[in-house]
């Protein structure tokens, strides 16, 4: 086990056991922490959203998708919409994960280098789907046209 083990980290370990004498990692288990406050606070959040009577938490979360989608088609062009969803989603787990940090007991996950090589990972695979099933086959010969040049 850490040495500095969080305390939540050394509940997983002692009441949620791994398989082969593996433990959980602070970072991890604040990961999990964050997914599962997504989860609640957002299930949460939309059963009360309102056209008529929206809520200060509602104006908030219209701002930061006004921020995003506006971001998305800034750098992706005209067709940035399509993306909104999955670079809010991004942004917003990035950012709960660096609040976590500030909470005392806690550690920000993405201090962690396995969390931005993850998210880094989930994003080259989106990427490069997107052009796949935007342009088809052609997406490699471009995508490789570079390469292709230098070839004799």
């Known amino acids: 086990m ?12 002692r009441f949620l056991p791994t398989p082969a004498g593996y ?3 602070d970072w991890f288990v604040c990961e999990i922490l964050v997914v599962l406050f997504i989860l609640v606070f957002f299930g949460l959040l939309k059963s009360r959203l309102s056209v008529d009577n929206p809520g200060k938490i509602q104006h908030s979360f ?3 998708y006004e921020f995003v989608h506006a971001s ?3 750098v992706v062009g005209h067709g940035g919409a399509k993306y909104t969803a999955f670079f809010g989603t991004i942004f917003l787990f990035i950012l709960f994960m660096n609040v976590l940090g500030l909470i005392p007991g806690f550690e920000s996950p ?4 396995q969390v931005p090589l993850g998210l880094a990972v989930a994003t080259f695979f ?4 997107s052009g796949l099933r935007a342009q088809g086959g052609g997406y490699i010969k471009q995508f490789l046209g570079p390469m292709l040049l230098l070839a004799p």
């Open 110 to 113: 993405t201090a962690s280098p």
């Open 2 to 13: 850490e040495e500095h083990e969080l305390w939540i980290t050394s509940l997983f370990n």
């Open 72 to 74: 998305a088609e800034e």
């Open 23 to 25: 433990h959980w990692s």
């Open 126 to 129: 989106f990427y490069h789907s």
């Open 62 to 64: 219209e701002l930061i």
